[in-house]
Every structure is written in C-alpha cells, then in structure tokens.
C-alpha cells in the first residue's frame, strides 16, 4: 500500500515530524510505501512543519516574552514575500520565564516586534499562527510594538486559527488555562470590552476573533488581518489534496483524540478531505467523550511512545 502520514504533534512529547518518522518506519519495515507529511493546525509547531513546503528562510531575532523578558524568536520569509510567525514562540504558554506567569499582565508584544522584524525584512503578507498563547490582552500588545517599530509597510496580515470563540468571549473560555482565576477572568473580560470599543473596529461580533486572548481581534479591526482555519491553510500549503490522491490509506495523529478533535483541528479537517480513502488514527491517548466520532476512522491506536508508533505502523493493512 501507498500510504500517507500526516500527524499533529504529541503536545510536549513528540513533534510532528518524529511522530511521522516512527510511524512510517514500521510501515516500511512491512514492505508498504510512505508519504511522511507533517501536519499542525496553526498552532505550535506550524513555521516547522511549513518551512520546507514554503521555501521559508529561518530568520532569527531577538524580542520579548509575555512578560517583556528578552527571550529569542525566529520567523520563516519566503521566497514569494510571505512571513509566518508563529505566536507561541515569543507569547506562547510554553515560552521559558523564570519569574511568575501572571495572566493578567502577559501580553503579545513579543509577537508585534516579530511582524514588525517580518515587515521591515520585505515581507508582503505576514501569516501568524495563533495557537498556544499566554496572553488574553486583545492583541494591544502587538500592536504597541508594531507601531513603536515603524509599522507594518503595507504588509497584509492573516491569522491562523483553529477556534471559533469571540473576542470577549476569550478570557471566559481560555483563561483558566492560562493560569486565571474567576476573578481575573472577570476582569480580562471588562478589559477586553473596554479595548473592543476602542479599536478601529469592534471585533465582538465576528467569529474567530477572541482566539490568542483575542489577538486575532485585534489584528482584524487595526489591520483589517483575515481570519483562516489554521489547518486548512496548513493543508493547502503542504498539497495535501496532490499526496492524497496516489494514497490507500491515511494515518493521522495527535496527542489526545477526544470530543474536541472535531471543532476545527487538523484531523477533522483532514477527515472532511479523505472521502473513501480510510483513516487511521495513532494518538498518545483516547478521551472518554469520543464517543461516536471514533467511528470516522478505519481504526484507532494508542502508542504513546517512539516503539509503539513504530509498531502501530507495522500493523497498518493488516
């Protein structure tokens, strides 16, 4: 069989890549043929899995964390003038601090100085992927620090996402991950309502806009940025459609396959593209509430580890 392996990331385990290589490893070993591809769903782990399909040039530079701390960051410039930044590297939730992570003060300026390094280095269009932030400052951060650089030299921006959620609905439905508490949430929303109306548009009612504690927001009304499902343009960009075509059979993967697999992640983004063309699902770990969207795959895998990937590859058509 020819077989396609585009896996998610195991979130702090395995990247994307890795999960790809194990699979595909013991799929081979059994005589079938591999495609590995990479995949994410503009969260972390997307200017990697991008990099080589865009022709992206890694560009390091320095800038800040949620807190202002100097921390490294990196974005990809390619050949065609378009940047990806990848918000997580520099406002993420994982980004190192040594000090404590208040959800309250962590903002996105890190973020802003990496859009405007993009802008002043000849970037024409700057795609941020959104997922994985620290922040619920409504994307004034960013913005600060775009305007504090000289601005975005007629850049247009799109931000890559993988929620629905809206701009003040943002603290109340993300926050608690973030490390607030009821009553920072509480005031994260007021904040977030009082920036609404201040902004050169009001992002409230659009759909898409409170993801990255509302950045995305915030990019839409100062910008006029275009919100995108983040895994739909990862898909697009890797030609998933060209490697599906010469397929059997597609392996997905992600760390947890639970209920929230289907609202606008990678795998059911990708099942809305197989059509007749089985699927098979290796993941770290099974949630309670899959429920009956176990039964859009061909079979389902727990390997939570190199060998059992590996393993789960070598049984594949069996």
Known sequence: MRILIAPDSFKGTYRAAEVADAVAAGAESSGHETIRLPVADGGEGTLEVLTGPMLLDRIEVETVNPWR??????????????????????????TPHNGFRDP????????????????????????????????????????????????????????????????????RVFGSQKGADPATVDLLTQRLDATAMALPRDPRCVDGTGAAGGFSGGMWARYCAELHSGAEFVLDAL????????????????????????????????????????????????????????????????????????????????
């Open 69 to 94: 701390v100097p921390c490294a960051g990196v974005f990809g410039l390619a050949p065609d003038g378009t940047a990806v930044v990848e918000l997580a590297t520099a406002s993420g939730i994982t």
């Open 104 to 171: 309250f003060t962590a903002d996105t300026y890190g973020t802003g100085l990496l859009m405007a390094e993009a802008a002043r280095c000849g970037a024409e269009r700057i795609v941020v992927a959104a997922g994985g932030s620290a922040t619920t400052d409504g994307g004034l951060g960013a913005i600060a620090a775009i305007d504090s650089s000289g601005g975005l030299h007629g850049a247009a921006v799109t931000v890559l996402t993988d929620v629905t959620t809206r701009y003040v609905d943002a603290a």
């Open 239 to 318: 030609a998933f459609d060209r490697h599906l075509a010469t397929a059997d059979l597609v392996v997905v993967g992600e760390g947890r396959l639970d209920g929230q697999s289907r609202a606008g992640k990678i795998v059911s983004a990708i099942l809305a593209r197989t059509g007749s063309v089985p699927v098979v699902a290796v993941v770290g770990s099974v949630g309670d509430d899959l429920g009956d969207y176990r039964d859009r795959f061909a079979d389902v895998v727990v390997a939570s580890d190199a060998d059992a990937m590996r393993a789960a590859g070598a049984r594949l058509g069996r």
